[in-house]
């Protein structure tokens, strides 16, 4: 817990993943996935997702194969975009309700903001303009592109800190996956396991300071701000 604390205090960076971490999409990526799939007339279960495709991060490859699926995991891909483009574009989506009071928080430390995720930047811009979320509170935004491989690699994690001249051991990252914190422990970032109850229950031997729900995160950062 002291650790915890101190890396609290002592943090320059943080770096939010987006997806089920900053926002509340993932049943919209689930929703999309659902509807690509049936293209190909195969059903997946909700029950399921989460604990692949968020978690482990190769939920297509894991369903195509499982059930000996004759689609290609590149067309799943392209049409689970196109629909999840379409679900967020409709609106509205949330970020959690404690995202911005944290973000601030972290702000007033003196610490930079900013999202580094597997998303495309077209994706997460879109999602927080819908959700009324301020683009100016945010120091930077990272996505997916076809320079950087996705997690678990720490490309994306690396690139950002770059970008923000920062070194990543003066950075926290937060995130939900296992996949996540691979990407965050290949990058030698701190991290924090955010729980939601998508991941209720799913497990992890990665390395993290704390597992921590959205709102005891908040507590503990206003606990900070008050000594």
Same mark, same amino acid.
């Given at each position: 817990?002291?650790?915890? %604390?101190?890396?609290?205090?002592?943090?320059?960076?943080?770096?939010? !993943?987006?997806?089920?971490?900053?926002? !509340?999409?993932?049943?919209?990526?689930?929703? /999309?996935?659902?509807?690509?799939?049936? &293209?190909?007339?195969?059903?997946? @279960?909700? +029950?399921?997702?989460?604990?692949? %495709?968020?978690?482990? $991060?190769?939920? *297509?490859?894991? &369903?195509?194969?499982?059930?000996?699926?004759?689609?290609?995991?590149?067309?799943?891909?392209?049409?689970?975009?196109?629909?999840?483009?379409?679900?967020?574009?409709?609106?509205?989506?949330?970020?959690?309700?404690?995202?911005?009071?944290?973000?601030?928080?972290?702000?007033?430390? $003196?610490?930079?903001?900013?999202?580094?995720?597997?998303?495309?930047? &077209?994706?997460?811009? *879109?999602?927080?303009? *819908? +959700?009324?979320? #301020?683009?100016?509170?945010?120091?930077?935004?990272?996505?997916?592109?076809?320079?950087?491989?996705?997690? #678990?690699? #720490? !490309?994306?994690?690396?690139?950002?800190?770059?970008?923000? =001249?920062? =070194?990543?051991?003066?950075?926290?990252?937060? &995130?939900? +996956?296992?996949? $996540?914190?691979?990407?965050?422990?290949? /990058?030698?970032?701190?991290?924090?396991?955010?729980? *939601?109850?998508?991941?209720?229950?799913?497990?992890? +031997?990665? #390395?993290?300071? @704390?597992?921590?729900?959205?709102?005891?995160?908040?507590?503990?950062?206003?606990?900070?701000?008050?000594?």
């Amino acid at each position: 817990m002291q650790q915890f %604390f101190s890396s609290l205090i002592t943090a320059k960076c943080f770096l939010w !993943d987006f997806d089920g971490c900053f926002a !509340d999409t993932e049943r919209l990526h689930f929703l /999309a996935y659902r509807s690509a799939f049936a &293209e190909f007339g195969h059903v997946i @279960q909700e +029950s399921d997702y989460y604990s692949t %495709f968020t978690h482990l $991060g190769d939920g *297509t490859r894991r &369903e195509i194969v499982i059930y000996g699926l004759k689609i290609a995991e590149e067309e799943v891909s392209r049409l689970k975009n196109q629909r999840y483009l379409e679900l967020i574009r409709k609106g509205p989506v949330e970020c959690f309700t404690e995202t911005l009071p944290l973000v601030r928080l972290m702000r007033s430390r $003196g610490a930079k903001v900013a999202i580094a995720s597997n998303s495309s930047e &077209e994706e997460i811009r *879109t999602v927080l303009t *819908t +959700s009324g979320f #301020p683009l100016n509170e945010l120091d930077l935004i990272v996505g997916k592109n076809a320079e950087l491989r996705k997690k #678990p690699a #720490p !490309d994306i994690f690396l690139h950002a800190l770059k970008l923000l =001249a920062l =070194a990543p051991e003066t950075a926290i990252v937060l &995130e939900d +996956s296992n996949r $996540g914190l691979m990407a965050a422990a290949a /990058a030698k970032c701190k991290a924090l396991w955010m729980k *939601t109850p998508n991941n209720e229950g799913l497990e992890t +031997s990665e #390395p993290h300071l @704390q597992a921590i729900s959205h709102s005891e995160l908040l507590a503990a950062m206003q606990n900070l701000s008050s000594v």
